[in-house]
């Protein structure tokens, strides 16, 4: 349930820490090249395909950076809460409650609409942020706990937000009852 939109939104930070090092990487590959034995044609398609992946990650950021500036402020002051670690003193005074999941969950659904309107994709996801494996090891623990929600029977579990909350399973009555 909005797998691709909770890992854009959790590697969002670690995103602008990699094109950092990138740009450093690249630096010390292009100076590095002087005094090295491979071949000229070698290093530079290395730099080609590293600008490339610098790319994707920039125009990753950016279409994020778009979303969420399109969200209403609440919205995005949910979004920045849970993912960014953001505090607010509105929102820790209604955490835990019914109507702290809803608008979690609502604005999950809107950063969703954003990122179409946007025209990002899932198909986009997969061909550029699936080939990061920071990335990809994200979406595979949001795909992992996913599944697990859904392959339970649904008389066994109360789920708000992607996330279980307890068993709803109806217990059996003691000795004493009866």
Known sequence: MY???KCLLAC???MQD??????????KTALGSYHSTEPCEAICDKLIEMTE????LLFLVDTIEKALGNLPSERRKFLEYKFFGVKDDEIESI????????RQLAAIVGFSVELKKVGFTEDDFKDM??????IASVYKDFS?????AQSL???????SNGKILGSTAIRPRSIRSL
């Open 12 to 14: 969002f930070n670690a």
């Open 95 to 102: 955490k835990g409650s019914r109507k702290y999941y809803r």
């Open 144 to 148: 992992n706990k996913n599944a697990i």
């Open 3 to 5: 797998v691709m939109e």
């Open 18 to 27: 990699v094109i950092e090092k990138m740009d450093g990487l690249f630096l």
């Open 153 to 159: 029977p649904s008389s066994c579990y109360k789920v």
């Open 53 to 56: 992946r610098k790319a994707d």
């Open 129 to 134: 942020a699936l080939k990061f494996s920071f």
